[in-house]
């Protein structure tokens, strides 16, 4: 049996030292954030194993984008899922700005004033639908003239490639997807601004298509061809669960951490437990795996702190 320790901090403690402290302390969920952390380190030095990033988008509106984006950058995912909204949120601050706000608001009274809140993350109209009609417009009808039909995938490459002068172009995760290659599938792709604006486009242009089964053919050859695979989970939903179904026909994910605020005893995809998996075969018996309950923003970035 191990001792617990009592944590000891200073000003010039490091924060994987914190990490490793925060195990030492046996509490909770502390204790969890440093086994989460080596069970993502040892996924990515398995040279045989897939690595895949799911999440969803209320992320991607705070700074933990830029989490997101280094975990792209620096090659430590290699395939992504993640919801639609996460493409409005990406693009969107490529050339706006969201604003800190408060839970505790009036919200008739920002409506009024044209103000979307996101918890505690204000969106001005200027700075979501209207930026994104006025640039993705443009951008649909220059990829248009090349192609007419495109796996969510491809689009996402695309608009990743399309963004590559702007200004702001290295903050973005789409362009880090498409510089590196590395896929990123959305399949709900029509639930937001983004798709949205594909289907003004349709309107006006009949023989555009979004293909889904050419998605899900590349995730079909990505999982039977993984000798391991393995992923880090952020929130449950159509992310979490595609990410854990198409693993299942490999005969589960290897290694596996998921964080989540979602409670199980609803009998939701979103509350349930990595154990839970195992059961369907989505998760294999013999997996090192962890659910860690808490806010990512506050979570994510001490377990990539503690890989890094």
């Known amino acids: 049996m191990e001792n617990i320790k009592d944590m000891k901090l200073d000003k010039k403690i490091l924060t994987k030292d914190l990490v490793n402290q925060m195990y030492e302390s046996g509490g909770f969920t502390a204790k969890k954030i440093k086994i989460g952390s080596d069970i993502l380190k040892e996924m990515s030095n398995d040279r045989d194993c897939v690595k895949f990033l799911s999440f969803p988008a209320c ?3 705070t700074g933990l984008r830029g989490i997101i ?3 792209v950058k620096k090659g430590l995912a290699d395939v992504v899922i993640t919801t639609c909204g996460t493409l409005d949120h990406d693009l969107a601050r490529v050339w706006k700005d969201y604003y800190h706000g408060r839970f505790d608001v009036d919200d008739a009274d920002l409506h009024k004033h044209g103000i979307n809140r996101l918890g505690n993350i204000f969106v001005p109209n200027e700075s979501y639908g209207i930026i994104l009609e006025k640039k993705m417009q443009k ?13 969510t995938k491809e689009i996402i490459w695309k608009f990743g490639e399309k963004i590559k002068k702007e200004k702001n172009a290295e903050s973005s995760i789409l362009y880090w997807a498409w510089k590196n290659k590395i896929p990123v599938f959305v399949p709900g792709i ?10 003004m486009f349709w309107q006006d242009h009949k023989d555009f298509r979004i293909n889904l089964l050419k998605d899900e053919q590349d995730l079909s050859d990505i999982a039977f061809a993984a000798k391991k695979s393995g992923a880090l989970i952020i929130g449950g939903g159509i992310s979490k669960h595609h990410t854990i179904w198409w693993n299942q026909f490999k005969g589960g994910l290897d290694y596996a951490v998921y964080i989540t605020t979602a409670q199980e005893y609803d009998g939701s995809l979103s509350g349930a437990r990595t154990r839970e998996a195992i059961s369907w075969g989505k998760i294999n018996e013999r997996a090192k795996h962890i659910t860690i309950d808490g806010d990512a923003t506050v ?7 503690g890989i890094l």
Do not use: M
């Open 59 to 61: 992320i991607i509106a």
């Open 139 to 151: 951008i649909l009808s220059d990829i248009y003239d090349e192609q007419k039909e495109f796996s």
């Open 69 to 71: 984006r280094d975990l």
């Open 190 to 199: 029509t639930d937001g601004a983004f798709g949205s604006q594909l289907w």
């Open 299 to 305: 979570i994510l970035p001490l377990i990539v702190a």
